[in-house]
T-cell receptor, first 116, second 113 residues
Framework: GAVVSQHPSRVICKSGTSVKIECRSL??????MFWYRQFPKQSLMLMAT?????????EQGVEKDKFLINHASLTLSTLTVTSAHPEDSSFYIC????????????FGPGTRLTVL | GENVEQHPSTLSVQEGDSAVIKCTYS??????FPWYKQELGKRPQLIID?????GEKKDQRIAVTLNKTAKHFSLHITETQPEDSAVYFC????????????FGSGTRLLVRP
C-alpha cells in the first residue's frame, strides 16, 4: 500500500514554456502532499506544502507565482513550473502523507525536468 | 533557521563490515527522525525512523540511536551487503510542523564485495 506516482518521469522543454507535473496517491487519500526539489548529488529541499482544498504554503525563497501548486482532490496534486528557465532544471519529487495521522511520507518516483 | 548536518558525505566499507552515519539537528522541538535510502534516479525509501520518546530502535541489520540532549542521531548498518550501496538521508521534523522534514545532505555508501 501507500503508493505514490508522478507523471511525467522525464520532461524536456524550451525556455519560456510551462510544465505541469502530477503527483497521485494511488491507493490512499492524501490531505497533505509535499513538493521537493533535488539537485544532482544534493539533498531534498522542501519547496511547498500542498493541502487539499486550500492554498499551498511555500517555503522561504520559493516563488509561488513561479511554482503553481494545485491540490484539487485527495489523490492529486499538481506542480506547474511557469516560464521555465534552464536554472529550473532539476529533479522534482513529491511525497504524500496518509490520512491516518502518521508522520511517514511516501515519495513519488520523481520527475526530471530539463529546460533547454 | 533549522538545520540538519550529516556526516560523512561518502563512506566506503568492505562487505560484512558495519557502517555508521551520523546526523545532528538544531531544532530542539524536532520529534521525528526518519532515515531514507535513495538509489540512483529512484525515489527515497524509508528504512527506519525513530521518535523522540525512544532512544534506540532496531530492525534486523539496521538500527538508529537518538540522543536528544546532544541533538544527535545515528544510523547503524551491520553485516553490510553490496545491495546496501546507495545514498542515505537523515531527516528531522520541523518544530513548527511535525509533518515537515528537514533533510541532511546525504551519505553515499559504497559496499565493496
Amino acid at each position: 500500500g501507500a503508493v505514490v506516482s508522478q507523471h511525467p518521469s522525464r520532461v524536456i522543454c524550451k525556455s519560456g514554456t510551462s510544465v505541469k507535473i502530477e503527483c497521485r496517491s494511488l491507493d490512499f487519500q492524501a490531505t497533505t502532499m509535499f513538493w521537493y526539489r533535488q539537485f544532482p548529488k544534493q539533498s531534498l529541499m522542501l519547496m511547498a506544502t500542498s493541502n487539499e482544498g486550500s492554498k499551498a504554503t511555500y517555503e522561504q525563497g520559493v516563488e509561488k507565482d513561479k511554482f503553481l501548486i494545485n491540490h484539487a482532490s485527495l489523490t492529486l496534486s499538481t506542480l506547474t513550473v511557469t516560464s521555465a528557465h534552464p536554472e529550473d532544471s532539476s529533479f522534482y519529487i513529491c511525497s504524500a502523507l496518509t490520512s491516518g495521522g502518521t508522520d511517514e511520507q511516501f515519495f513519488g518516483p520523481g520527475t526530471r525536468l530539463t529546460v533547454l | 533557521g533549522e538545520n540538519v548536518e550529516q556526516h560523512p558525505s561518502t563512506l566506503s566499507v568492505q562487505e560484512g563490515d558495519s557502517a555508521v552515519i551520523k546526523c545532528t539537528y538544531s531544532d530542539s522541538a524536532s520529534n521525528y527522525f526518519p532515515w531514507y535510502k535513495q538509489e540512483l534516479g529512484k525515489r527515497p525509501q524509508l528504512i527506519i525512523d525513530i521518535r523522540s520518546n525512544v532512544g534506540e530502535k532496531k530492525d534486523q541489520r539496521i538500527a538508529v540511536t537518538l540522543n536528544k540532549t546532544a541533538k544527535h542521531f545515528s544510523l547503524h548498518i551491520t553485516e553490510t551487503q553490496p545491495e546496501d550501496s546507495a545514498v542515505y538521508f537523515c531527516a528531522a521534523s520541523r518544530g513548527d510542523s511535525s509533518y515537515k522534514l528537514i533533510f541532511g545532505s546525504g551519505t553515499r555508501l559504497l559496499v565493496r564485495p
